[in-house]
Structures are given as C-alpha cells and as structure tokens.
C-alpha cells in the first residue's frame, strides 16, 4: 500500500514540477515553439524529480526494483499527460481560431457582438499568413517569388498527416475548404 501512494506522490511531484517549468520555459523563450517549451519542461521535470526522488524516496520503497518501475511509470505518465496538456490547452488557444473566436466574445460585454464586426474583426489572412511565417521559420516550406513551396522536411511532416486522413476518411471542416481550395470541394486524395 506505501508503494502505491509514493507512486502517486512521484506524479504529483512531477505534474506540479511540470507546471511550474512550463511557466517559466515560456515565459523565459516567448519567441520559441510553444510545443518545443512543453517538450523541454516535461522531460526537465521528469528528470529532476527522478533523480531527486532516488536520493529522497527509494529506501521507503518495498525494494529498488518497485522504485523503478513506480519512478518510470509516473515519469512516462506526466510525459503523457504533459503532451495531452499541451495539445488541449495552450497549443488549441494559440491555435485555434475558434477558440480565439470565443475568448474575443466572452471579453465582450454580455458576450454580444454583432454579426458583422465579429466577421471584421477575424481576418482568415492573417490568420493564415501567421502559419506560414511559423512554417518558414521551422524550415517545413518556403515562401519566396509568391509561391509557398514544401520542402522535403516540409513533406515528411505533411505525410503522416496525409496517411491519417486517408486511413480515416477525413474530410475538411466545413468552410476551411474556402481558405485553402480555390473552387471549393474535395478531401485529400
């Protein structure tokens, strides 16, 4: 029974070590990759909390055998539950215009705005043009003589995505279409 609640004190000593370097990672590299952040803050906690858990935690263990499968365990549980932050939290606010969309209403009083300047105030451009400037950034396409162009990093990236969709039978969000097909229709193929 002492096993399972030093297994539960090493996640919640590595879920709290997460928060906290996450804030920091952020707000220390704001011009970095919000996921690159997320990425270095799990496995720094992660790290820190196993190693100074050997020193603190493991004689209270039944054996040092059950300390390493306890210390691995929650070490690969807040890397998932790290990962699954990151793409539900920060990552969909940063990059979801339908969560930028809702936040901009709810900062509205009432949370009422009129049709018309909630369509003004969401440029799809820039929203676009916002994602291009990343992926240029990260090396996946370039931008140059008014083509956006993959490159070959660009397409290993892309071809996991494009088996997905497949596999799946995927289909665009309704309207997206317009933003990224001149003439509308169709899904991956």
């Not at 029974?1 to 952020?26: K, N, P």
């Not at 071809?159 to 169709?186: D, H, N």
């Amino acid at each position: 029974m002492l096993d399972i609640v030093l297994l539960m004190l090493l996640f919640l000593l590595e879920i709290t070590a997460f928060l906290i370097l996450h804030y920091f990672i952020l707000r220390g590299f704001l011009k970095r990759s919000l996921l690159y952040c997320s990425i270095a803050a799990a496995f720094l906690a992660v790290g820190a909390v196993t190693v100074l858990s050997y020193y603190t935690l493991s004689g209270m263990f039944s054996s040092i055998e059950t300390y390493a499968v306890a210390a691995a365990g929650s070490g690969l549980a807040v890397l998932f539950a790290g990962g699954l932050y990151t793409f539900l939290g920060p990552a969909t606010a940063d990059r979801s215009l339908a969560c930028q969309m809702l936040v901009y209403l709810y900062e509205k009083p009432g949370g009422c705005i009129g049709r018309e300047e909630l369509l003004g105030s969401f440029d799809p451009g820039d929203f676009v043009e916002k994602r291009i400037e990343e992926c240029r950034m990260e090396g996946i396409l370039v931008d140059e003589g008014g083509s956006v162009v993959l490159t070959d990093k660009g397409r290993r990236v892309a071809k996991p995505y494009v088996y997905l969709i497949r596999l799946l039978r995927l289909r665009e969000k309704a309207g997206y279409v317009q933003y990224f097909r001149p003439g509308g229709g169709g899904n991956i193929g």
